[in-house]
């Protein structure tokens, strides 16, 4: 199946010669939900604001559905729902006129009853009278989603969308984003929260410094991520790993006083027992043992670190 979002080769340059983005490439199928992870000034914002058309690239092309966004952007623009991540209201608008605006700027016909389902989904029904300025912060980002959706886009972008949100908050929208992909909506958020991309993405890409340094699926990641280390503290010190243990995995560390043994969390065998009986057959005697498991935080830190390099 062709993807609904085909991003090639995009770069982007901002007057003033900051290269922004440095030749992006990436396939997104169509009712997935990928998280794109990077650290501030990553280029996250300015990807998104390519493909919806906000910014123009350099050079580069994205196509939604097949239509190109520079040459076509009115039948790709209709395609998708951008949630911006600055909250960008008219304080004294009410919630419904504001909804059925972004709907009528699309040149879509007026249709009540779809606005109530949206309002409703977001718990906003009974606020539909209610001015911007009367609302929370977290039912205007709700109103920011409503806006996105009243045009029923096919690809909803959202830009940190839980950025400053409460706990509540951010399982609610969770829970729509994943009410939106049963409806083959596809959806790219970007995040700096790991847990999130972790809660309800298929895919993840990692950005940094203008590049996509990595998109996995994150079941395949998670399983990367379930390494850990267990650090063997040994009664004496030893000049090198003995031979008959240098086919595992294993590190000296600590000026020979210790071996650091990495191993995956995943498999069905860790290979502890069978190591610790290869350092007694080799007479190593142990002080401590600790184990430590590296977290999502690390593998993200060590990608961009590794990107940087
Ligand atoms: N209009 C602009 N003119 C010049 N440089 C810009 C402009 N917009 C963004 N940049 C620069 O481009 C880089 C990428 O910014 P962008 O907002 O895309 O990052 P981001 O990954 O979304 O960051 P954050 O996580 O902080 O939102 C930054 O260094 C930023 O300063």
């Known amino acids: 199946m062709a993807p609904i979002l085909r991003i ?3 770069k982007k340059t901002y007057k003033g010669g900051f290269e922004a983005l440095k030749g992006v490439d990436l ?7 990928l998280a794109l992870l990077g650290p501030n000034g990553a280029g996250k914002t300015t990807l998104i604001s390519t493909i919806c058309g906000i910014t123009v690239p350099t050079s580069g092309s994205v196509t939604v559905n ?3 966004t520079l040459t076509q952007y009115r039948q790709a623009r209709a395609m998708i729902g951008l949630v911006p991540q600055e909250i960008n209201l008219e304080p004294f608008e009410k919630v419904i006129n504001t909804v059925a605006l972004t709907r009528g700027l699309f040149g879509k016909r007026r249709d009540d009853a779809l606005l109530e389902r949206i309002l409703r989904r977001l718990s906003l029904w ?3 009278d209610s001015r911007i300025r009367e609302l929370s912060g ?5 109103v920011l989603i409503a806006k996105a959706l009243s045009h029923e886009p ?3 972008f959202l830009d940190e969308p839980t950025a400053g ?3 509540d908050l951010r399982k609610d929208m969770w829970n729509i984003v994943s009410e939106l992909k049963a409806e083959g909506v596809t959806v790219i958020l970007t995040t700096h929260y790991i847990e999130e991309a972790e809660a309800i993405s298929d895919r993840v890409g990692v950005i940094s410094e203008g590049r996509l340094l990595l998109v996995e699926e994150k079941n395949a990641l998670m399983a990367r991520m379930g390494r850990k280390q267990l650090t063997i503290e040994l009664r004496e010190k030893i000049a090198a790993v003995p031979p008959g243990l240098t086919d595992l995995d294993l590190e000296l560390a600590g000026d020979g006083m210790s071996l650091v043994y990495t191993y995956d969390t995943q498999k069905e065998r860790t290979g502890i027992t069978a190591l610790l009986a290869a350092l007694s057959r080799e007479g190593i005697t142990l002080r401590d043992l600790s184990t430590r498991q590296s977290s999502l935080e690390e593998i993200f830190v060590g990608l961009v670190k590794e990107g940087a390099a």
């Open 8 to 10: 090639s080769n995009l």
């Open 27 to 33: 396939d997104i199928r169509e009712g997935e939900i």
């Open 66 to 68: 097949g239509f190109d």
């Open 126 to 128: 009974d606020k539909k």
């Open 138 to 142: 977290g039912m205007k980002r709700r």
């Open 154 to 156: 096919r690809v909803l």
């Open 165 to 167: 949100v409460d706990v």
